[in-house]
């Protein structure tokens, strides 16, 4: 998956040729002939929305005339959003925003939910979330070994607080912490905000959530390592395990854009070419980080790539950890 990372600004580029060969200067200039709509499966003022209204309002310039809408239909853990999309016409115009680490694990985990491999496809990757371990900030602990060498030799399991059994981080903790056989207890919250909350009120020990949900907590809460291969740019001082020396499961979750499954080339490569523009402006950068959110672009052959991958690679993680869960 690093590999992809570092190649995605040369395939970005080889598709603005691709874009111009499929697209041809007729789509160019008609496309989009209407408002895009950006369906995303949660509710407004949580990070995949607030990706959905940055790219949003980057891609404005690039519309022709046009503009790009966030419509957020909630329900069944992104579901139905995902359905709305599926059931569209397949003429680019309306597209799925969602936090695809998470979709891959709903379906390993209970084997419902669109496939995002298979009844999509794809048109960029324009962010990304990682988890990390997060302790209160008077912790003697600095760094993730300290940290585990701790929990190993506690006499009793150590209660954690994650955001729901089934989501990344619950699964990226789980596969960490069964690893290394650290005797701990879950206990799951509703959303970030909740296992936040819970851990500042002392009712767990640690906590496990995206790194955005650092920000504005620093005076509070630290972090003794990011469940990642590399940095996270809005955390830049937040050590990765792998740079500890803690080799570790590497489960993160790419926000994607997805088309319904029937689109022609010819317009998905259109869509495309009109996000990746919008994922490289001043202003998605901007607004991205004031909602500190991480920039990651991947084309739609490299998103494709990447969901294929993941889900070969973390189903035996996530059925592991789905057995450990009862």
Known sequence: MKDITRRSVLVGTGSVAAATLLVGPSRAQTFPSKPIEIVVGQPPGGGTDLYGRAIALAMAPF?????AVVLNRPGGNAVLGMEVVMSSAPDGHTLSLTSAGTAVIKKIWDGNGPD?????RPVATIGRYSSCIVLPKDSPYTNGKEWMDAVKASSSPILWAHTGRGSIHHIAAQALLSKYELPTRDVPYQGSGEARTALLNGEVEFAVFGTQNLTGF?????TVGVIADERDPMLPDGQTFAEQGIDTPLLFTPI????PKDTDDATLAAVEEIVRQAAETELYAETTKKAGL???YLSSADTQAWTENAQKDWTPIIEEVKAASG
Not at 63 to 67: A, F, I, P, V
Not at 218 to 222: A, P, R, T, V, Y
């Open 63 to 67: 519309l022709n005339g046009q503009s």
């Open 116 to 120: 995002l491999a298979t009844d999509f």
């Open 218 to 222: 620093e005076d509070q809460l630290k």
């Open 294 to 296: 991480t920039v990651w």
């Open 256 to 259: 994607m854009l997805h088309a």
